[in-house]
């Protein structure tokens, strides 16, 4: 079969007036007719690794004229919110022999591996150069557009604020419908992500902090506050906002995408207001 590249991302340059850049890396739709010849189980082993609609629901907070860079490549290819060296050895010939982390560990690396639902996903391992290729198809694309992004913000207001968007699996009422992650209070300053929940509660919704999710290599590689770039990532509880069969938009939709425009706004607002009580430099 001939093999296709894998989707770059989609990148929605700046429209607006807010330091506020989206990352959605989990949402991608476009499998190419030889990664479900690859799989054991055909797309429907492989479809619950996306974050659904999340794309779709950030609409609204798009409509701010915010830029976003959406990964179009399914998860299942390659997760950019995983590093470079998150490899599963059961993913990859020759994998290096360093310890990849408790993620990949767990089967869902750089390559996802293995599910606790549909067990081994693919019927061979990757050769290294077939890892660099969908690396360099869609993995670094991702990245290089959200440091541009970054970096043109950051030239233009200053201190600059990236939310990285997914969604979690439906966890019922009792448990806080959105998770706020900050590695612990190191890639965002305690203000920015205190106004964050804040925000969410004035919506009426709970609000969980680092617990079950501290966010991933996204917020963690791109999240330096110390130099004016915070980083966030918000899960969304996917039983919030999607129908009964977790593919389609449910009565929670309309609300959810609210809230990520209010966010959006709020936050970015936020860091506006700072940079315009900063003292000027002396001439």
Not at 256 to 270: H, M, S
Request: charged share 25%; with cysteine; net charge neutral.
């Amino acid at each position: 079969m001939t093999r296709s590249p894998l989707s770059p991302p989609l990148l929605l340059p700046a429209a607006g007036g807010l330091p506020v850049l989206l990352s959605i890396p989990h949402s991608g739709r476009e499998y190419p007719r030889w990664l479900l010849a690859e799989s054991r189980r055909g797309l429907a082993a492989l479809e619950p690794l996306e974050d659904p609609l999340v794309d779709r629901l950030a609409w609204r907070a798009i409509g701010l004229g915010v830029p976003t860079v959406i990964a179009r490549a399914p998860r299942a290819a390659i997760d950019c919110n995983r590093s470079p060296e998150e490899i599963d050895p059961s993913t990859i010939s020759m994998a290096p022999e360093a310890d990849p982390g408790p993620r990949a560990r767990g089967g869902l690396g750089l390559i996802p591996g293995r599910t606790p639902r549909d067990g081994e996903l693919w019927r061979r391992k990757l050769s290294m150069a077939e890892l660099e290729q969908r690396k360099a198809e869609a993995w670094t694309p991702y990245h290089q557009a959200v440091e541009t992004g970054l970096e043109q913000l950051q030239r233009r207001f200053g201190e600059v604020l990236l939310l990285d968007c997914h969604s979690m699996p439906a966890r019922g009422a009792k448990h806080p419908p959105i998770v706020f992650g900050d590695r612990h209070a190191r890639t965002s300053a305690r203000w920015l992500s205190d106004l964050a929940r804040r925000t969410v509660e004035e919506q009426g919704l709970r609000v969980a902090f680092n617990d079950p999710y501290a966010g991933g290599w996204i917020v963690e590689h791109h999240g330096h506050p110390q130099a004016g770039v915070h980083a966030l990532q918000i899960e969304i509880d996917r039983g919030h906002y999607l129908d009964a069969t977790m593919r389609k938009p449910g009565p929670g939709f309309a609300r959810l995408a609210n809230l990520l425009e209010i966010l959006a706004r709020a936050l970015g607002e936020a860091l506006l207001g700072r940079a315009a009580n900063l003292p000027a430099a002396a001439e």
